[in-house]
Structures are given as C-alpha cells and as structure tokens.
C-alpha cells in the first residue's frame, strides 16, 4: 500500500512526487515517457535553448552600436540541436536523480484508474491511500485540410527539425506561436503568423500585445483571419471574406493544448471532468475522496509553475495543512526579443471587476541599464495597474528583454496586496532594470 501514487511525470507530477517524499511518505510515480513531461522535453526548455542560441546570433550581428564588429556570423541548426539535446538531458538526469534522493519509486508504464485506491498499469494493480492525476496537455491539431502533411508541425514536430525552412507560417497568435515566430524571423526565415482573433495574444493586455507585434517588424501579421486548408506550398487563409495564399515550406500548428485525459480512468473511477478537463477545488481535489489533480489536465492555468504549485497543494492537502490554490498572482512569460511579461489582471480585467482604476505605464529606455544595454530605439514598457481608492497593485505588464527575470517581484507584491506606497518604500538596487517597476509606481499619484 502506497502513501500517494502520481500518474504523470512532468512538473505537477515529478515535484509532488519530490515534496511528498521528502515528506517520508511512500512514493510511486507513473511515467510512460521520459521524466519532465511537455515542459522539459517538447517545451519550456528545449525551446528557450534554441532561443537563446537565435538571440546570440541576432546580437552579434546587430551590435556595432554597443561598439562591436561581428564578421562571418554563423548559425549552425545542428549545433543549436545538439547543445539542445545536451541541456535536456541534463535536466531529465537531474529530475531523475530527485527521485531517487527522495525515495520515489519511477515504473514506466502508461497507468489508468480503477478506483479510488487503485491503480493498474502494465498488468499489475497498484494499491494506495492517495492518487494524484497530472498527465498533462498535447497540442490541439484542427480539423483543416491538409494538416496531416508530412511538413505541418506542432510544437514537438518543430523541436526535430534537421533545418530551417525558408517559409513558415505559424497558425496562432498566442504564446507558442510568438515565441517560434521570434525565433525564426532572427534566423533569417520568412514568417507568417495568421490569428483568428483581431490581436496576438488575446488574453494578455492589450497594449502589451501591440507593443509586440509593432516590434516584430519583418513579421507578417494576418489577423482576424481563418485557415481553410493547407497544401504542399501553401497555406490558404480566408479574411473578410476573400481568400489568400501564403507561401510555406513549414507549416507551424499552435492553436491550443488538449488534456490527456481520455485513458486514464477517470469515468472507471468516478472522477467528474468537463470536456476532457479534470474539476479540481483550491486544493486540488476532485469530487473523489482521496484523489487529486494538478497541471494541465486542470484547465485552470496552463503554466508549468503553476503545475508546480497545484501539486505542492495537493501534497499538503493529502498531509493535512492548510493551504490553497491561488490564481490572481500567477506570473506568465513570453520569451520573444523583447520579453513580455504580466502578472496580476490586465487594465480591461481590473476595469470589469467594477473597480476604479489607476494606471501609469513608462517607457523601458528610460531605465538606465535598459538604454546601456538595449539603445534608444530599444521597443518595451512597464504598466501598473492599481485600484484608485484602496492603492493596492493589481496588475503589472512589461514589454522588455530581461522582464522575465523581475516579473516574480511583480508576482510577490501582488500576492501580499502591496499597496503603491509600500512599494514607493521599498528599496531597489541600482541601476537594474527592476527600477522599472518602482518608477512606474511613482507616477501613481
């Protein structure tokens, strides 16, 4: 009899699996494929490598205002791959050697619900006291002609490639779809993004996102537009109701992530779910005594530190502390050149919750270790957002290279309802480009 059985080794999964077994209870985790799930091996990691690797080649290039001369800058696909390769497995090394310094028992096998204490898997029931479902996402693929050729990709098909297209089009302004687009157009391909929606990363603020997409220049936005099929070297798209043709040798789908839910037992076990989502309360569980849910197949925050922290909930649950899941003061990351980051609501969100709202937003550059290190011309901005009467920080936005680093800050201050002038009291190390934040404040009056 096990103390917690987790199906599903990605980050819900495999950091439960570490905070329960450090907890001395007796661990099993279920994983078909490799530890780490999507985020470390078809996502967060292996994608932010080969980013990096495009942004190093694209400053090399670039950087004659900063007084440095560049001659025969080169990029080489299989040495990006395989340093991306390398890195991946390091991280899967370390997740695995988690494992085992907190006595946590890896079985790969594909594992299912019986009920609520047990599970199958290979044959074999496995019997526990608790049961933990993380078995994350996949990439949505819809239902368009022509989207089961050989040169359409999602996100893991792309991470694969032996080299670049000359043509791609990415279908899907959101995150994914941004972050490959970036990518790419520094690499020197020709890009095409189409979004059905009238902007590119709908559910972030809008002026972030315009920011964005003005500072993509070279990249073809086709918005408020449907792809109707694809072929060999096109991809149709319908706006306003005329039809046009893109030219493409890669085609890019990132149009949504899918819960992989469908053989896990859930109906077997009584688990009640909404279109393949699994319903959870603020600590995890489901309408099952006994067993939980985190990560992705929640549908409730698809980031890989929110999964972090769903199963840190759902282990002190399982123990009997009290805690919840939050949701208000989750930070979220674009990783293009420049970064977009945010936390907290965005000004129509903070405007609909009935609130009387005070904004100020400042220009990135003038930052003094943002213009030493980015130019006038640097693109970016931050953006708080506070409510009027009461002071407290609602939201704060950011346009910028390096935002990604300082957004926990925004993320801190947002949980603890910091109000503007806490944070005008707070200290901040200078020059860096967490200033930013503090200066912005400072227009709130």
Avoid at 110 to 135: C, F, P, S
Avoid at 184 to 212: C, P, Q, T, Y
Avoid at 242 to 265: F, M, Q
Avoid at 375 to 399: N, Q, W, Y
Wanted: hydrophobic content about 40%; overall charge negative.
């Amino acid at each position: 009899m096990y103390d917690l059985i987790i199906i599903g080794g990605g980050p819900a999964g495999y950091l439960s699996a570490e905070r329960a077994g450090a907890r001395g209870m007796n661990v099993l985790l279920f994983e078909k494929q490799e530890l780490g799930g999507v985020c470390l091996n078809e996502g967060c990691i292996p994608t932010k490598t080969l980013i990096h690797a495009s942004k190093l080649y694209s400053h090399a290039k670039d950087a004659k205002q900063f007084g440095v001369s560049a001659e025969k800058v080169d990029f080489s696909l299989e040495k990006a791959m395989s340093w991306k390769q390398e890195v991946v497995n390091t991280q899967i090394k370390g997740v695995t050697s988690q494992m085992k310094r907190f006595g946590v028992e890896v079985i790969r096998e594909h594992a299912h619900l019986i009920d609520r204490n047990t599970v199958e898997a290979g044959g074999k029931q496995y019997q526990t006291k608790n049961i933990l479902v993380a078995g994350g996402s996949s990439a949505v693929v819809p239902p368009i002609p022509g989207a089961d050729m050989p040169h359409v990709c999602t996100n893991r098909e792309i991470l694969q490639i032996d080299k670049l297209p000359k043509e791609i089009v990415i279908v899907g302004g959101g995150v994914i779809g941004m972050e490959f687009a970036a990518m790419f157009h520094r690499l020197g391909v020709k890009v095409s993004v189409v979004e059905m929606l009238d902007e590119i990363l709908s559910n972030f603020d809008e002026d972030a996102a315009v920011e964005l997409r003005k500072a993509m220049k070279g990249v073809d936005f086709h918005l408020g537009s449907k792809v109707t099929a694809i072929t060999e070297k096109k991809v149709k798209i319908e706006v306003n109701g005329e039809t046009k043709e893109l030219s493409a040798d890669t085609v890019l789908l990132s149009v949504g992530r899918k819960p992989n839910t469908n053989e896990l037992g859930l109906e077997a076990a009584g688990v009640d779910s909404e279109k393949g989502w699994i319903k959870v309360d603020e600590q995890m569980k489901t309408n099952i005594p006994g067993i939980y849910a985190a990560g992705d197949v929640t549908g409730k925050s698809l980031l890989a530190h929110s999964a972090y922290r769903m199963g840190e909930v759902a282990v002190n649950t399982i123990e009997g502390k009290q805690d919840r899941m939050r949701y208000f003061a989750v930070p979220w990351v674009v990783y293009t050149d420049p970064e977009v980051s945010g936390c907290g609501m965005t000004e129509k969100q903070a405007e609909e919750s009935n609130r009387t709202v005070k904004t100020a937003k400042i220009p990135m550059r003038i930052n003094g270790r943002y213009l030493a290190e980015h130019g006038k011309r640097a693109p970016g901005f931050c953006k708080v957002i506070t409510d009027a009467e009461s002071g407290v920080l609602l939201g704060v936005h950011m346009v910028g290279t390096g935002s990604s680093e300082i957004i926990a800050g925004a993320a801190g201050m947002i949980e603890s309802e910091l109000r503007v002038q806490d944070i005008k009291e707070i200290i901040f190390p200078h020059p860096t480009l967490s200033e930013v934040i503090r200066d912005a404040v400072w227009e709130i009056e």
